[in-house]
């Protein structure tokens, strides 16, 4: 799929919806900060030389952990990550399935990951007295970790070839008999993979369909809230900083996990170094980048760059807007929605910095290049032409197929204009009724039986819903809802009657008891029959043109994904057939590796340092937001070194939904956390360009040094050195 | 200039800073509303069949008044408009000034617009008691007709060519002297026409430089509110049915012309006539838009097309979330912000609609083709190859000049990061007082002498400015300063200070006492010396940092404006050479007719009807904003003839600027006053398709029926009758 943003049918459709933070991969684009400070001013087309090679050349490449290129690694830094390696990395490795990366730093489940990752998190365990996002949070003792209502983490056990089974599965079939069975094929292998509630299974679709595994993970659903700084160090610098470097940005937090109600055992998981890294030292990112498009065909870019990016970030700008406002009517308005307003800034600036690289010319030209030079192989060869020639075309008409519906199947199906919790409760609630009855593989994918405990964790979560957050967000949707498709439209008129966006909405937050968990779990367990009984308004204002909804998907599955499916898949083949595999898949948030070297890079007329201090942040500071920094550290400041290297830029190839993974050193030990890329790397969705793509991590002295002189975070220490000495 | 928004230097940069709604120019492109009802689903580039030839088809043309072409009326229409004719419609027609159209409709100086562009004059005469936006209002007597503290309205007396003048004056001369000569010569040329301030003159550039004519108006600067309908009826449908059509707005306003304390007593005027229009009547309109691209090089379609609307898009969208959260917050912040928002969501809408046209590759196509022949014509003869074969590419290279140029100079300069009527009047007096010292011809040309009348009406006005709105927009707008050209640049750093721009915002605007019209009075009069002992906290902020604004524009003009004046001008050369001179220019603002029919058109899979009915109103009506009747109409329905016809659509070749101008018959007559134009009309900036751009107008017998039957304004009848049966 060109469009990351048509998220139902891709399995990661719960994360669309989430006016909160669960930074979802859609929303993660390059997540956390980096400095060119100028993002409408860049260009990356000069610096792409060489892209008519679809080969990983220099660091690029997000490897998969059973196919990761450890020769080339040895080649260029004299190092050749082991299996062992590589299995203890991937098992000390984390995701957070709402959208993020994370590591194991200590043997008692101790999870190491990003502010901006726990975000949401924090401001669920917080009330409007206990402000734990602007005051920072520690747990004392283990006893006054708090549990994360609605975070899954997993860990990734083990990694199995199905191509074959899918291929049988969908063999002979035509795009949208094909495309079912697919999906039903997928359900059938989790299901018989996902043997109880601690597993997670999923079928992963790598190179657009020219692999198929099953990934199995240890499925976690206790984590608690351990430690978090403040906000305002954590994003120093703010949205004007964001994506940029240098940058001083504290942005870690710990968790731990929890299995029966006490702290996980782990006998693998990786130290957090107190060493600094050195200029050009080999570093490796373990994480699950949300997605690329570095192998979409250009008639999907060109989607991406005249539709669908310029209509979202104007759905973003507005909402954004929105937000700034809201934040200004009162502390608690402020409180509740500062990880939305985050969440649509981070995005808004991600999606800008893709949109200016698709529209660099001669950036776009290199990816032109790339896709021609395929195609005139496949047509040199009579057999290669007959089987794979006319995927692009097809893929072509597919998308001109999808112009006219973007805008009803984003909105309708996607969720764009019903932005609200308790609205995707509300449809959560009526589908599984409408689902679950269905056998296995018959259902909507997300409603398959491997993925009903991330759903019931969802359902049942007790994170708080503000009313005031709730109106705003879905009268603002119900709004472009009817902008989009014209107040004439009859699913508009259906779905408003004669109310205004803002009446209607109202009415629906206030008149619903789906707040209330109970409420939730009552309707879940009586199926069918009790959501056609309820009286909650939400639940009818769904139930009254779901189906319309489904219908809209339906037209999407089989006019735009099927053929997308069926000829993505086709192009990977080619793509084998002529180049052979030597090379990784697009991101699919899933676990990857990528290597690289702690390193600067050149901005027009000078040299960008690879890192920077505790002390710069000081001299950074204005005193006013978002330059402010918390009066823990000024307090601090005279005990401080402020020698002790703050954030570090590598060249490791990241992207959004990377944030919170460790950076590795060549002994396993995490020596930083990931939590940005800088403004160049955005254009990494579709390019990897050398010279000036960088990630951006907190190097592990400085979370040693604040949790020691600036937190007072004893037993946490404690526990970290013991993992490094032991 | 293919950027409309770069409003400086082109003597309409009043305009440009108004968050208020003067509704601009700027704003207005296809002002008020109709029914595509899906604006993004917008395609024209099949309808313009041919489109090769550059010559004005159909009802195509924004002609001017001494350039009309009678003969081809009386070919099509049977109908030779005379020169008596002519003369009685452009003297009865009135530009106000801020940016609409009007007529005079009886001999007691009444004036005719719509609610829209009346609309901030009824915000300022109403107060948090008095809600005339909401409410309506209607002078019973002449004595309680109320002034409108901002408006100017010109009559067009007289048009003469100084094209050889302007020509003289920079003959031999580089681009950058060449632009500034031109400059100096108009401002000349301007004083020595403007004899008093009751007269305005302007040098108008009329095919982009191939023209130079003088415009002289008879200036009047006492207008007072005589009748405006409630804000619900007058934008009925609001922003989903803007620019839709069928329509329902009663979307006009009656003012009357004082001078000396007395209505101006007029001999020449237009009766609004009684008679409902036929279908396929001939109609005119007469009016003032305000500005169109398509007689622009590919080049600065292409800068349009990618840079400019895009981002200015982007801007507009998150004002527009803003300022529908600030419209929640209290009845009192919804009545000053409901102007604000209007303006916003209707230039958001235009903007899309304009993209939308130049996003449509057939339609790009059909304008790139017209470039591509002339130039083809011009290379074929070696004398005008000679004269303008370099041309474009010269324009291509100003463009793309002014890409890295294009946010600094609409940020700092053109006013996008100093969102604020405050700051504003600021610069105006801070730049008044170092500007009126120099001769007249050395100006900024805002500050020539001819435009001293209009700048002191600005300065002077005693309309409201609210601190809560001013705070809201200006805090937005330096945020988006900084995000423009990044937090570490120079400027802005001198801007902000280590101040947050909330924190600025607040502190200018609480701070300066220039809400005070005294206070402006005071430094304006005191001049250069008082500005500079002034400790008015926004005073010196502008000075802090003016001459650096000062040095953008610099720039631009020198890089940009310099070379596309020059090059513009030859291209229009080239025009006239090769195809002779009959066609009508680009919009300028100033007076122009059009002819053309009633006409509906055909979407898609309907017939759309050209009129509607009052009837209709009641029948699109819900009862909840914006599709709620106001109570006088639903208690005056059993009163009305709702077969009245209510909204009429016609082939009028219109655009932004055109609000408010009279729909005239043979006989002169008023027979309706434009208010929209349909969606696809929207592409007519840049080209004009017969087949679907259509102008939408409140029909006079809807006035004459709402006057009567639901607003009981019988002493206004009479006078508006007694000017039908002169």
Not at 371 to 397: C, F, Q, T
Not at 524 to 542: C, E, K, Y
Not at 607 to 621: C, K, M, Q, S, Y
Not at 632 to 639: G, V, Y
Request: charged fraction near 25%; include cysteine; charge should be neutral.
């Amino acid at each position: 799929m060109g469009s990351r943003d048509a998220g139902w049918g891709s399995g990661r459709s719960f994360f669309v919806f989430l006016p909160g933070l669960y930074l979802s991969w859609l929303d993660l684009a390059g997540c956390g900060g980096m400095m060119m400070k100028r993002l409408w001013q860049l260009t990356w087309g000069m610096l792409l030389s060489v892209l008519v090679s679809w080969s990983a050349r220099a660091d690029e490449g997000m490897w998969t952990f059973n196919d990761f290129p450890s020769a080339k690694v040895q080649a260029q830094y004299g190092f050749s990550p082991s299996p062992e390696w590589l299995d203890q990395v991937r098992l000390s490795s984390i995701r957070l399935a709402g959208g993020c990366s994370a590591s194991l730093v200590s043997p008692d489940g101790l999870v190491l990951t990003n502010h901006h990752c726990a975000h949401h998190c924090i401001e669920q365990v917080s009330d409007a007295r206990h402000d734990y996002v602007a005051k920072g949070f520690l747990a004392k003792t283990r006893g006054e970790e708090r549990p994360c209502p609605a975070m899954e983490l997993n860990q990734l056990v083990a990694i199995t070839d199905v191509t074959a089974r899918i291929g049988a599965a969908t063999q002979g079939l035509a795009d949208r008999a094909s495309n079912e069975a697919r999906k039903a094929a997928m359900s059938r292998i989790e299901k018989e993979c996902a043997d109880g509630d601690g597993v997670r299974c999923e079928v992963v679709t790598l190179y657009h369909g020219g692999r198929y595994e099953l990934y199995r993970y240890r499925r976690f659903q206790d984590a608690r809230l351990v430690f978090a700084p403040e906000f305002p160090i954590a994003f120093f610098g703010g949205d004007p900083d964001n994506f940029n470097f240098p940058r001083y940005d504290l942005d870690f937090a710990l968790l731990r996990i929890y299995q029966d109600g006490k702290p996980l055992r782990v006998q693998t998981f990786m130290p957090l170094s107190p060493d600094p890294l050195r200029e050009g030292e080999l570093v490796f990112v373990s994480g699950n980048p949300g997605g690329t498009n570095r192998r979409i065909s250009v008639a999907q870019l060109e989607f991406e760059r005249d539709v669908n990016l310029p209509r979202r970030l104007l759905y973003t700008a507005e909402l954004r807007g929105l937000l700034g406002q809201f934040q200004t009517e009162s502390a608690e308005r402020k409180r509740i929605s500062t990880a939305l307003l985050f969440s649509a800034e981070n995005s808004y600036k991600a999606r800008v910095g893709r949109l200016l690289a698709l529209q660099d010319s001669a950036f776009f030209a290199g990816i032109t290049t790339k896709e021609k030079e395929l195609r005139a192989r496949v047509n040199a060869d009579p057999k290669l032409r007959a089987l794979y020639g006319a995927a692009w075309d097809e893929i072509a008409k597919a998308m001109a197929a999808f112009r006219p519906l973007r805008d009803r199947y984003t909105m309708v199906e996607a969720g764009l204009g019903f932005n609200s919790e308790l609205f995707r409760l509300a449809r959560l609630l009526v589908r599984a009724g409408d689902e679950l009855p269905k056998p296995n593989e018959q259902r909507l994918r997300e409603f398959s039986d491997a993925r009903l405990p991330a759903l019931k964790q969802q359902l049942y979560s007790k994170a708080p819903i503000y009313d005031d957050l709730e109106i705003a967000t879905l009268a603002f949707s119900l709004t472009k809802l009817r902008e989009a498709l014209g107040a004439d439209d009859p699913f508009v008129v259906k779905v408003l009657g004669k109310s205004s966006p803002r009446t209607l909405a109202t009415r629906l937050v206030k008149g619903s008891w789906l707040r209330a968990m109970n409420a939730r779990q009552r309707l879940f367990d009586g199926g069918q029959a009790a959501v056609l009984a309820s009286t909650d308004p939400l639940i009818r204002f769904v139930r009254d043109w779901d189906p319309d909804a489904r219908a809209v998907r339906k037209v999407y599955e089989d006019r735009v994904e099927a053929p997308l499916n069926r000829n993505g898949e086709l192009i990977a083949k080619a793509y084998f057939a002529v180049y052979g595999t030597g090379t990784y898949p697009d991101a699919t948030f899933t676990a990857r590796l990528s290597y690289g070297q702690v390193m600067g890079w050149r901005e027009a007329d000078h040299e960008i340092f690879p890192w920077t201090t505790l002390g710069g942040a000081f001299d950074r500071a204005t005193g006013e937001d978002p330059f402010k920094l918390p009066a823990t550290w000024l307090q601090a400041k005279p005990a401080l070194d402020l020698s002790t290297p703050f954030n570090v830029a590598t060249t490791n190839d990241i992207i959004g939904g990377n944030s919170g993974s460790p950076l590795i050193d060549r002994q396993a030990r995490v020596v930083g956390v990931i939590f940005d890329g800088n403004l160049p790397s955005l254009a990494g969705d579709y390019a990897f360009v050398p010279a000036v793509n960088r990630s951006i991590s907190v190097a592990s002295p400085a979370i040693f040094e604040a949790l020691a002189k600036i937190y007072g975070a004893k037993a946490l220490l404690e526990e970290l050195r013991a993992g490094t000495n032991k």
